[in-house]
């Protein structure tokens, strides 16, 4: 079943960068679809948008990613008994929103690597990727745009109303995130049920988006939306807590990040790291916030700082309950679909989420 998974990722992968192609050229022209909502009134500086706009956001594309939000936009329109084809142009949007917020990310954490190339702030410099990484925020809305009068006002509304919620959501859950890691709160007392807000926001926020306009555009009534949408924020939240394990154990993913435990060096408090300040005794708890705190890219600290998660078994907490996560989430599911090959796709990808290597 996992090799079924990553097959259909790869396959979805070529026809979501197909779409996202249509809409975000890698060399644009008068008559791209990107102009269309505000046509110029004088003239076109084409190679001044291809250098940087085109050219940063495809040089970071073209590195790859999973692209399982829009495989599981596409999932949730089978499921919900619809032709995923018909909607498939609407899977950009939280995928093209998705890497807007690794660029800016990475600019916030001061990163040096992203999957295994220099992150594009190190390549093009702070103003083109701000700029770039920003636009990407609102470049897939033109799929909405382009296709208005088709979808009808009803469904416009709610999902621009969708996008809305959720982007400021993801803007409250970095916000959290950074000044947890920046020591601007009481990071060294945070609970689980601070965590999982957190990422709720940040990483749960843009499944989330994916799975209720999914919905909304199979005309699903409001209580299946936001159902399906609680579901996916766990796949979200679980994913990151998945990440988070890679980054401490997983050779393939620490490396595309720039070193085992990245994690360690941008002071991060993954749910590792509050499970083992709670159980640790007090010169572990001390160690560990120390190392945390020195933002260190020592990798002998790095890994000083992993060798005391794992001894309070943190590692293997946080698997268990990502694991969790994902099979409580499912049961509500579960009640809501009819018996389908679509209904157990769904299932085997969410599984896949919290069991990937890379």
Excluded at 21 to 35: A, G, N, W
Excluded at 122 to 131: E, K, P
Excluded at 167 to 189: E, N, P
Aim: hydrophobic share 40%.
């Amino acid at each position: 079943m996992r090799a079924d998974v990553e097959k259909m990722l790869e396959e979805k992968a070529a026809t979501i960068d197909r779409l996202i192609e249509k809409y975000i050229p890698r060399k644009l022209e008068k008559s791209s679809l990107l102009f269309s909502p505000s046509p110029p009134r004088y003239d076109y500086n084409l190679e001044a948008l291809d250098k940087a706009v085109a050219e940063p956001i495809w040089d970071f594309l073209d590195r790859g990613g999973k692209r399982w939000r829009p495989s599981l936009f596409l999932l949730v329109v089978e499921a919900l008994g619809k032709d995923p084809k018909a909607l498939q142009e609407f899977a950009i949007i939280p995928e093209v929103i998705h890497n807007g917020t690794i660029m800016i990310d990475d600019i916030e954490d001061n990163s040096e690597l992203r999957r295994g190339k220099p992150c594009t702030h190190r390549l093009y410099g702070l103003d083109v990727a701000i700029n770039a990484g920003n636009a990407m925020y609102y470049l897939p809305l033109l799929t909405l745009i382009k296709n208005r009068d088709k979808l009808g006002s009803d469904k416009l509304s709610r999902i621009y109303e969708i996008y809305t919620r959720e982007m400021i959501s993801l803007s409250l859950g970095q916000a959290m995130d950074i000044a947890w890691h920046k020591g601007l709160a009481d990071a060294d007392k945070l609970t689980e049920t601070k965590y999982m807000q957190m990422c709720a926001y940040k990483t749960g926020t843009l499944a989330r988006m994916a799975a209720k306009i999914a919905a909304v555009l199979c005309d699903a009534s409001d209580d299946t939306v936001e159902r399906l949408g609680r579901f996916a924020e766990a796949l979200g939240v679980a994913f990151q807590i998945q990440d988070d394990v890679l980054d401490l154990t997983g050779t393939e993913f620490a490396e595309n990040k720039g070193g085992r435990g990245r994690d360690v060096t941008e002071g991060k408090r993954s749910l590792m790291v509050i499970h083992t300040l709670e159980k640790a005794k007090p010169a572990d708890k001390k160690r560990l916030l120390a190392i945390l705190n020195m933002h260190t890219t020592d990798q002998k600290l790095r890994d000083a700082a992993i060798k005391i998660m794992k001894r309070y078994d943190s590692i293997r907490y946080a698997k268990q309950f990502a694991q969790q996560l994902v099979a409580e989430s499912w049961k509500e599911v579960d009640r809501l679909l009819s018996p389908s090959e679509a209904k157990e796709k769904l299932k085997a990808f969410a599984d896949y989420l919290i069991e990937r290597k890379i």
